[in-house]
């Protein structure tokens, strides 16, 4: 069983940083892409980021390319999500996801486990 814990939310304000990651354990961690998705109050859960198994492949929704960068250390079988320059528009529960395959996708539907997800707000 596939287990995800996430941390590092918290309270910040517009314009800080914030490191958020992903502790994975239960399968071969490098054999499968990793996203980060988030949820506001009152609206669907979205797609952050993804980076794939090995690495070599990074993609970002339109609105946190050049803030955000997701990574991944397969020794530690961690994912990470280095955000930067945070508005008030970024608050929301974040969650990492383990995908189906090696390459992973922006869909929800093609995540077969998830973290309980970790908050982050934003204050203006």
């Known amino acids: 069983q596939v287990q995800l814990v996430e941390s590092g939310g918290g309270l910040v304000q517009a314009g800080d940083s914030l490191r958020l990651s992903c502790a994975a354990s239960?399968?071969?961690?490098?054999?499968?892409?990793m996203g980060w998705f988030r949820q506001a109050p009152g609206k669907e859960r979205e797609f952050v980021a993804r980076?794939?198994?090995?690495?070599?492949?990074?993609d970002y929704a339109d609105f946190v390319r050049g803030r955000f960068t997701i990574s991944r250390d397969n020794a530690k079988n961690t994912v990470y999500l280095q955000m930067n320059s945070l508005e008030p528009e970024d608050t929301g529960n974040y969650y990492c996801?383990?995908?189906?395959?090696?390459?992973?996708?922006?869909?929800?539907?093609?995540?077969?486990?998830w973290g309980q997800g970790t908050q982050v707000t934003v204050s203006s």
């Open positions: 239960g399968r071969g961690f490098s054999n499968y892409a």
């Open positions: 996801a383990q995908s189906a395959g090696h390459y992973g996708h922006s869909s929800r539907s093609t995540y077969e486990y």
């Open positions: 980076i794939s198994g090995d690495g070599g492949i990074l």
